[in-house]
């Protein structure tokens, strides 16, 4: 009899709706991740989940990214707990680094982190109940997608290279010039800076995933203490981001100026396969585009800059912080957006889009949170069909922007900009603050006699 019960009263929680969205939500990514195991299998080489599997023992490809999500999984854990979860991260790295120094292997760290990350999921499956065990997996869950995601990004990568032979480069151009051609504007600027500035930029450029981390960290400070997540934090949006902005890299694949009007990076693509080598002294013409052939391992990873929405999303996920977290967001943003640029990896027209799309994702998630509030969703519409927009009119209006830029510029600006006045109007109604405390209630006075 007490079998039955608890059977017929786990089963009702499992009915919960809570319980059937996470559900959902895991199975969801577990058949994402296989098919882009399949995927990446058909073309030779390793996918997500294998690629993550060998970093339990093999040199991981980012330490720091590791370590990061390690830190995630560390909300949920008491202060005692973070400092051995990190001294064991810690030595099992020296443990593994000592091994690889004996035998010559390539050498790395963070896999203790991920060891630790691993550790907790055991710990709450075999010493954890109820409310306690699914708040550690939430936590266990959050570290491993933010490292998840790095491999599944890589993949999408492979597979717009492997299945996109054409490049729509010279329509971004020709529409870059009603913004001014920022991407050969900043690239200068950036080359005469020195190694200093590129040096300063790179490290932005490739530690973005880590700067979020400090503000979602942040976000989650009191997890440990309140022992729930909140509604909404800035690793939702961030990995949402990166899912859906490869999709749109399928439709509208692009390499960047490096890659099609410079002599490349990263030892991939560039002058054998550029229209010239103009990138970044001399301007692309502005003649009828066409499509470009490209290699088969450039990934098409342009339209829209990923990175602009990332770091646009850090921005404002920092707004209620501290003011030296502020800051530091503002400069990671602007920084990101100077390293787009000056290495020529994006045009400013995908900075513009990816301004749009971390908007609208973020107005989304946050309407979701709200119970699809009527003016959430009028500011998600707004979003998507500026987005459609831009991207309806970069394909097939680029020479009459080129033609107008006086006039296709502005009105790309004011696009963008209605999106983020929409945005910021909406949140300020949905979280009112007084402009001024309210008056102290006076007592009344006894009467006379």
């Keep these: 009899m007490f079998s039955r019960i608890s059977v017929r009263r786990a089963f009702a929680a499992w009915r919960r709706p ?3 969205l996470w559900t959902t939500a895991g199975v969801a990514v577990l058949g994402f991740l296989v098919a882009l195991e399949v995927a990446a299998r058909h073309y030779g080489l390793p996918g997500p989940i294998t690629t993550q599997a060998r970093e339990v023992v093999l040199a991981p490809d980012s330490g720091p990214l590791l370590y990061a999500s390690m830190a995630l999984t560390m909300v949920v854990l008491t202060w005692r707990q973070r400092l051995v979860a990190a001294c064991c991260a810690v030595g099992v790295d ?11 292997a390539e050498m790395n760290f963070g896999n203790g982190a991920l060891w630790v990350i691993l ?55 020709t529409a870059d010039h009603a913004l001014g051609d920022p991407a050969w504007l900043v690239g200068r600027i950036v080359e005469a800076t020195g190694p200093v500035g590129h040096h300063i930029l790179d490290f932005v450029y490739v530690k973005l995933a880590v700067a979020a981390v400090v503000i979602a960290v942040w976000q989650l400070r009191k997890v440990a203490v309140e022992r729930r997540f909140p509604r909404h934090h800035l690793v939702r949006t961030f990995l949402v981001v990166g899912l859906l902005g490869p999709a749109v890299y399928m439709i509208f694949p692009v390499v960047g100026p490096v890659f099609a009007y410079g002599d490349g990076a990263w030892g991939t693509g560039g002058a054998p396969w550029a229209v010239a080598d103009l990138w970044p002294h001399t301007l692309p013409p502005a003649g009828a585009p066409e499509h470009l052939l490209y290699d088969e391992f450039t990934p098409r990873n342009c339209m829209p800059s990923l990175h602009t929405a990332w770091s646009v999303v850090i921005f404002l996920h920092s707004r209620t ?17 100077s390293a787009t640029l000056g290495f020529g990896y994006h045009y400013g027209v995908d900075l513009v889009a990816g301004v749009v799309f971390a908007y609208t994702v973020e107005a989304a998630l946050r309407t979701f949170d709200r119970g699809w509030d009527p003016a959430g969703l009028r500011l998600v519409a707004l979003g998507v069909a500026v987005f459609a927009v831009l991207l309806t009119a970069y ?17 790309l600006l004011l696009l963008m900009a209605s999106v983020i006045y929409g945005y910021h ?25």
Aim: net charge positive; hydrophobic share 50%.
């Design 94 to 104: 020296v443990v593994f680094a000592l091994v690889r120094w004996a035998v010559g």
């Design 395 to 411: 394909r097939f209006l680029p020479v009459e922007m080129a033609r107008h830029p006086w006039l296709a510029g502005p009105l």
């Design 425 to 449: 109007r909406t949140v300020s109604r949905w979280n009112p603050e007084p402009l001024v405390a309210p008056a102290p209630r006076q007592q009344p006075q006894p009467e006379p006699a």
């Design 18 to 20: 809570r319980a059937v």
């Design 119 to 173: 550790g907790c999921a055991v710990v709450a499956l075999t010493r954890r109940t109820g409310r306690e065990r699914a708040l550690l997996l939430k936590g266990v869950g959050l570290g491993l997608l933010l490292v998840a995601g790095r491999k599944t990004g890589d993949t999408w990568l492979l597979i717009t290279s492997k299945t996109r032979p054409t490049v729509l480069d010279e329509y971004l151009a």
């Design 321 to 337: 912080g501290p003011r030296l977290l502020r800051y530091a967001a503002t400069f990671w943003l602007v920084a990101t957006l």
